[in-house]
């Protein structure tokens, strides 16, 4: 199996508070970051669209709201359009968002939970590094807990500095955290993770 610091992607989940929370972790990443981001953040379509925007105009990194059957790429953050849920395929450098259609789940469309739960499949072939971030109800939860028994990295937002710690907070109960931390700390631990990769 592959070392669980060694991600080949990193897959970040949010909803209330998130789109603050995103930009104070983005415009601290470097811009020539080794891996891609994949982010799934409950918002509405449109409010995506600018929240995508917004992330490009403050980070090193590229940002775009991801199409169905794009190729991941180092230094790029994609993110899940508001209105179908994003899976990730595919293995190594190959990997490519899958865009599906479906039923809410856990009340959501898109899902932080299909999100990981696609890259659980992945698993040990492809290593990824979840997050959970603030936002309100359990979304992430169960999909972080798929990746931790698949030795796959989990990192959360500490209850201090989330606005509201029900995501972060349903993982830790769930015991597939590998760490909290306080939101400024985030940026800085992925670096740290993916220094295997530069």
Known sequence: MKCKNCPDLIAIGSSTG???ALATIFKALP???PIPIVVTQHMPKLF???LATRIAGISPLTCSVAKDGETLKAGHIYFAPGDIHMKIVGF???LRVKLEEGARVNHCIP???VLFASLAE???KTSALGVVITGMGDDGAKGAKLLADKDNLVLVQDEATSTVWGMAGATVRLGAADEELPLDAIARRLMRYTECRA
């Open 92 to 94: 190594g450098s190959r």
């Open 18 to 20: 998130g789109p603050d």
């Open 111 to 113: 899902s932080v939970d």
């Open 31 to 33: 811009k020539h970051f």
């Open 48 to 50: 995506l669209e600018k």
């Open 122 to 124: 992945l698993a040990p």
